[in-house]
């Protein structure tokens, strides 16, 4: 079952912050971490595994609540750079499901 | 090491048409996926692998076959060509699976049904 991503948009200022969220009605073994630019080919953020961690790269992080099905993505100080979809994906088989997207725009 | 390599990029098909997408990788990763994704959403799951002579429905299998006879390549046939199948295909691997592994994706193939 696809999981669901909220907000579906985001528009910010440089320097902002935003937080997306991805739930899921099914338990999940991980949650991964994508960034798609217009036109080219979705790219790795992170995994997350069971146990509740909390991962980071550069000013981007993500938690995963297990026993809530949830897992959010935080983008901190945001640049232009981080321009995108911002997709998730969860597994709880040897498949990898996304949701449905988030669109992030950083305007300066 | 090319990573994953897709062919053709751009392909227009007439209705009714076949095709095979080509997908094949150099990094000796078991798991291969077929994913399309239509314009402004997001990627569905088409066919995936967990090794050469194994092969598994996504969500969205249907007018589409695969077949995994190596573990470098996984090609998607499309066999009568409809316009509800004009999308972005993308072909990912990984090393490992049960969601644990970080996927690798090629650049995509661009097919136009018409």
């Known amino acids: 079952q696809q999981p669901v991503q909220s907000p579906q948009a985001v528009i910010l200022r440089e320097g902002e912050d935003a937080v997306i969220n991805c739930s899921s009605s099914k338990a999940l073994y991980s949650v991964h971490w994508y960034r798609q630019k217009h036109g080219e080919a979705p790219v790795f953020l992170m995994i997350?595994?069971?146990?509740?961690e909390q991962k980071g790269h550069d000013k981007i992080s993500a938690s995963f609540n297990e026993k809530k099905q949830q897992s959010s993505l935080y983008l901190t100080a945001s640049q232009l750079s981080y321009s995108g979809t911002y997709f998730c994906g969860t597994s709880n088989t040897g498949k990898l499901i996304f949701g449905q997207g988030t669109t992030l725009q950083v305007k300066p | 090491n090319a990573g994953v390599t897709q062919t053709p990029k751009f392909r227009i098909l007439k209705i009714g048409q076949s095709m095979t997408l080509q997908c094949a990788q150099d990094?000796?990763?078991?798991?291969m996926y077929w994913y399309r994704q239509d314009p402004g959403m997001g990627l569905k799951l088409i066919y995936y692998?967990?090794?050469?002579?194994?092969?598994d429905k996504g969500e969205v299998p249907n007018g589409y076959n695969v077949s995994r006879s190596t573990t470098e390549d996984f090609p998607l046939r499309l066999e009568l060509a409809a316009p509800s199948q004009t999308s972005v295909y993308f072909c990912a691997s990984s090393k490992k699976g049960q969601g644990n592994e970080k996927l690798f994706f090629g650049s995509g193939t661009q097919l136009s049904v018409l």
């Open positions: 692998s967990v090794g050469a002579g194994i092969t």
């Open positions: 990094m000796n990763h078991n798991y």
């Open positions: 997350l595994l069971k146990g509740g």
